[in-house]
Nanobody, 121 residues
Framework: VQLQASGGGLVQAGGSLRLSCAAS????????MHWYRQAPGKQRELVAR???????LYADSVKGRFTISRDNAKNTVYLQMNSLKPEDTAVYLC????????????????WGQGTLVTVSS
């Protein structure tokens, strides 16, 4: 199983970006999907999470600006980021709880490689 994140880049403050993270491999089911971020010198923090049914939760710092969504048919999670601020600059990582086909042990926790978002002031 692999998670491939994309969509990062350089944007001016107030701008928008849309991140994508696609899961591939021998996937039977995906439970909760997350976006985390890690800025230089800071701890990794949860940005948003979404359940299979679409129920979402956001960090206070991004509420009203970011929207998480998913396409279950494509095993993909998205993060629409609007009104970006310099403090949103970080490597954004996707994470998913995945049940593999014919692999015992239940849901495993998988991480993507991260995509860099840089917001200039």
């Amino acid at each position: 199983v692999q998670l491939q994140a994309s969509g990062g880049g350089l944007v001016q403050a107030g701008g928008s970006l849309r991140l994508s993270c696609a899961a591939s491999g021998s996937i039977f089911s995906i439970n909760v999907m997350h976006w985390y971020r890690q800025a230089p010198g800071k701890q990794r923090e949860l940005v948003a999470r979404i359940t299979t049914s679409g129920s979402a939760l956001y960090a206070d710092s991004v509420k009203g600006r970011f929207t998480i969504s998913r396409d279950n048919a494509k095993n993909t999670v998205y993060l629409q980021m609007n009104s970006l601020k310099p403090e949103d600059t970080a490597v954004y990582l996707c994470n998913a709880e995945i049940l593999q086909i014919a692999v015992p042990g239940g849901f495993g926790n998988y991480w993507g490689q991260g995509t860099l978002v840089t917001v200039s002031s």
